[in-house]
Nanobody
Framework: QVQLVESGGGLVQAGGSLRLSCAASGRTFSSYAMGWFRQAPGKEREFVAAINWRGSSTYYADSVKGRSAISRDNAKNTLYLQMNSLKPEDTAVYYC??????????????????WGQGTQVTVSS
């Protein structure tokens, strides 16, 4: 089992940047595929980005492609999401999630086995 704790959220003006982090406990982090999801008030949780266990494969939602970068440091048991050119519509609670499958990337929340509690990102116009 792995426990996930997100950090790095906050209030930022449109056009600004944030770097989210997700610290994982346990020795199996490096074997998991990881993903970032977000949920805005009144909306369903949606996929943002994902990365396989090695960090050699990534995938992004169209809404953030070109503005965001997902990465991981397996030595530090940490997942990152760098977000640039933020827009008000990026406002949401951001969650990291772990998929025990490891080698493949999924955009479906149901594929992920472990979730963090989330970190709030608010982008003002």
């Amino acid at each position: 089992q792995v426990q996930l704790v997100e950090s790095g959220g906050g209030l930022v003006q449109a056009g600004g940047s944030l770097r989210l982090s997700c610290a994982a406990s346990g020795r199996t982090f490096s074997s998991y595929a990881m993903g970032w999801f977000r949920q805005a008030p009144g909306k369903e949780r949606e996929f943002v980005a994902a990365i396989n266990w090695r960090g050699s494969s990534t995938y992004y939602a169209d809404s953030v492609k070109g503005r965001s970068a997902i990465s991981r440091d397996n030595a530090k048991n940490t997942l990152y999401l760098q977000m640039n050119s933020l827009k008000p519509e990026d406002t949401a609670v951001y969650y990291c999630a772990a998929d025990r499958t490891g080698t493949t990337i999924s955009t479906a929340p149901s594929r992920y086995d472990y979730w963090g509690q989330g970190t709030q990102v608010t982008v003002s116009s």
